[in-house]
């Protein structure tokens, strides 16, 4: 074996996945066909639920540090004023959701950032390598690519986009529906003349023929233009079709949308950084494994950008599976371990493309939903529920933070470990790998014990150890 994980694609989840096995000491290689990370800001939106699983990957600093909170939305009609447009439902800061509102990060710098936090860890990129195919036994998985020697692993996770080639090699249908035929062009632009206090909002009018939107990137001195164009729209820009290209060739196309459809002359835009185009869909892998490949990511879902979940979704897919793979690979746990992988995130995703849907379609508010906060597994045979009556907090529910014992839960949490709360029980002697906090009341969780696992859910929920050191080994903690 040439590693025991490989991960095709250095895209959010890819590098993601391989900070939690570097941070687990697995030896893992992450491969990427482009020469460097990808230069967009496509997914700009970092919603609370991935903020928290960023604070446990130690990397939230350098996320805050780089960018911003959302602008107000302002509306224009003929080249004025007319009013602010809330894009998101307030939510407050509480003891146990610490991280309330979304957090603007255009995708290249989130990747960035990942990037640098693998090389701290030890974790390697290889650039250039392109995958061909692969083949598989019962041992582990071989990839052929376009140059350079073929690699072998135990496990193999694709992470490389919608059109994932690992996904086509294995002959996994995406299933899912156009949500807007309307084609979309997206860039980075720089842009003098417009104030970066606002996400600028320009409604189709009788002398323009599709929407508007120029909003400032947090952290960088661009611009985001999304433009939306009637359906059957030849939006080609100089841009190759949808194919991502130097930008520098649709600076022409790009500042005609602008000055057609704002009040902004065309030379306002005096620089395109990036740019691409495409048709808004919803699709699902029937399959998120196969033998020893996983999907992860948008190889195994894509959603419309509305509400900003598909990057989060695909980091919380590796964030799912990291712990996992090191728990079969490093931990001696039941390599049937792995089948929860597709059980759990596939549900998942699916209601958040539906989600997504909605909120493209102005059917749903950018609110407590796209927050994330309330997905959980409590339907998941990793979850086991053991009281009568369960207390607001439950087996399978995301565990939130808060104090134990002058302990702030999230600082216990951080780590690859799994964490048992003892809330006015005693606990029995925990597996050597748990790290226990105790303490007499916990006002969000209630009374007894809760095994926290390392993806930050309550695995396990007790009012007595009965039945704890049996699950600590049936997951291999």
């Given at each position: 074996m040439?590693t025991?994980?490989?991960?095709?694609?250095?895209?959010p989840s890819g590098?993601?996945?391989?900070?939690?096995?570097?941070?687990?000491?697995?030896?893992?290689?992450?491969v990427?066909?482009g020469?460097?990370?990808?230069?967009g800001?496509?997914?700009?939106?970092?919603q609370?639920?991935?903020?928290?699983?960023f604070?446990?990957?130690?990397?939230?600093?350098?996320i805050?540090?780089v960018?911003?909170?959302?602008p107000?939305?302002?509306?224009?009609?003929?080249g004025?004023?007319?009013g602010?447009?809330?894009?998101?439902?307030?939510?407050?800061?509480t003891?146990?959701?610490?991280y309330?509102?979304?957090?603007?990060?255009p995708q290249?710098?989130?990747?960035?950032?990942?990037?640098?936090?693998l090389?701290?860890?030890g974790?390697?990129?290889?650039?250039g390598?392109e995958a061909?195919?692969l083949t598989?036994?019962?041992?582990?998985v071989?990839v052929?690519?376009?140059?350079?020697?073929?690699?072998?692993a135990?496990?193999l996770?694709?992470a490389?986009?919608?059109?994932?080639?690992?996904?086509?090699a294995?002959g996994?249908?995406?299933?899912?529906e156009t949500?807007?035929?309307?084609p979309?062009?997206v860039?980075?632009v720089?842009?003098?003349?417009?104030d970066?206090?606002?996400?600028?909002?320009?409604?189709?009018?009788?002398?323009?023929?599709?929407f508007?939107?120029?909003?400032?990137?947090?952290g960088?001195e661009?611009?985001?233009?999304?433009a939306?164009?009637?359906?059957?729209?030849?939006?080609?820009?100089?841009?190759?079709?949808?194919?991502?290209?130097v930008a520098?060739?649709?600076?022409?196309?790009?500042?005609?949308?602008?000055?057609?459809r704002?009040?902004?002359a065309?030379q306002?835009?005096?620089q395109v950084?990036w740019?691409?185009?495409?048709?808004p869909?919803?699709?699902?892998?029937?399959?998120f494994?196969?033998?020893?490949?996983?999907?992860?990511g948008?190889?195994?879902?894509?959603?419309?950008?509305?509400?900003g979940q598909?990057?989060n979704?695909?980091?919380?897919?590796?964030?799912?599976?990291?712990?996992k793979?090191g728990?079969?690979?490093?931990?001696g746990?039941?390599?049937a371990?792995?089948d929860?992988y597709?059980e759990?995130r596939?549900?998942?995703a699916?209601?958040?493309?539906?989600l997504?849907?909605?909120?493209?379609?102005?059917?749903?508010?950018?609110?407590?939903?796209?927050?994330?906060?309330?997905?959980?597994?409590?339907d998941?045979?990793?979850?086991e529920?053991?009281?009568?009556?369960?207390?607001?907090?439950r087996?399978?529910d995301?565990?939130?933070?808060g104090?134990?014992g002058?302990?702030?839960?999230?600082?216990?949490?951080?780590?690859?470990?799994?964490?048992?709360?003892?809330?006015?029980v005693?606990?029995?002697e925990?597996?050597?790998s748990?790290?226990?906090?105790?303490?007499?009341e916990?006002?969000?969780?209630?009374?007894?014990l809760?095994l926290?696992r390392?993806?930050?859910?309550?695995g396990?929920?007790?009012e007595t150890?009965?039945?704890?050191?049996?699950?600590?080994?049936?997951?291999?903690?």
């Amino acid at each position: 074996m040439d590693t025991d994980v490989l991960v095709v694609g250095a895209g959010p989840s890819g590098l993601a996945l391989g900070i939690d096995l570097a941070r687990r000491g697995m030896d893992a290689l992450v491969v990427e066909k482009g020469d460097g990370l990808f230069p967009g800001s496509r997914g700009k939106g970092i919603q609370p639920r991935t903020m928290e699983v960023f604070d446990d990957l130690g990397v939230l600093a350098a996320i805050r540090a780089v960018g911003g909170g959302y602008p107000v939305g302002m509306i224009w009609q003929d080249g004025e004023r007319a009013g602010e447009h809330r894009m998101f439902d307030a939510a407050e800061v509480t003891d146990d959701s610490p991280y309330n509102e979304p957090w603007m990060v255009p995708q290249w710098r989130t990747q960035e950032v990942l990037f640098a936090r693998l090389e701290e860890l030890g974790g390697k990129v290889a650039f250039g390598r392109e995958a061909t195919g692969l083949t598989q036994d019962a041992e582990g998985v071989t990839v052929g690519f376009a140059t350079g020697p073929d690699l072998r692993a135990r496990y193999l996770v694709a992470a490389d986009g919608g059109r994932s080639t690992v996904r086509r090699a294995l002959g996994i249908a995406l299933t899912g529906e156009t949500v807007d035929p309307n084609p979309t062009l997206v860039a980075d632009v720089r842009i003098t003349g417009l104030d970066r206090d606002n996400w600028h909002l320009f409604p189709p009018s009788a002398d323009t023929d599709g929407f508007l939107a120029i909003c400032p990137l947090a952290g960088t001195e661009d611009f985001q233009v999304m433009a939306r164009f009637p359906e059957g729209t030849a939006v080609d820009l100089s841009l190759d079709g949808i194919r991502e290209v130097v930008a520098a060739r649709s600076l022409d196309g790009i500042r005609e949308v602008v000055a057609a459809r704002s009040h902004l002359a065309a030379q306002a835009v005096t620089q395109v950084r990036w740019a691409s185009d495409f048709r808004p869909r919803a699709a699902l892998a029937d399959r998120f494994r196969h033998g020893r490949v996983f999907l992860a990511g948008d190889a195994a879902h894509i959603h419309s950008p509305a509400g900003g979940q598909g990057l989060n979704t695909s980091v919380q897919d590796a964030y799912n599976l990291g712990w996992k793979l090191g728990a079969v690979l490093r931990g001696g746990a039941d390599p049937a371990l792995l089948d929860t992988y597709e059980e759990e995130r596939r549900p998942v995703a699916s209601a958040v493309l539906g989600l997504s849907t909605s909120v493209h379609r102005g059917e749903t508010r950018r609110g407590d939903a796209t927050r994330q906060l309330g997905l959980g597994y409590r339907d998941s045979s990793l979850t086991e529920e053991t009281r009568p009556q369960p207390g607001p907090i439950r087996a399978g529910d995301r565990a939130p933070d808060g104090t134990l014992g002058g302990l702030r839960l999230f600082d216990a949490f951080r780590g690859p470990h799994w964490t048992l709360l003892a809330i006015g029980v005693e606990p029995s002697e925990p597996a050597t790998s748990v790290h226990v906090v105790t303490g007499e009341e916990q006002p969000t969780y209630g009374r007894g014990l809760f095994l926290i696992r390392p993806d930050g859910y309550v695995g396990w929920a007790g009012e007595t150890p009965v039945g704890l050191p049996q699950y600590t080994a049936r997951v291999g903690a």
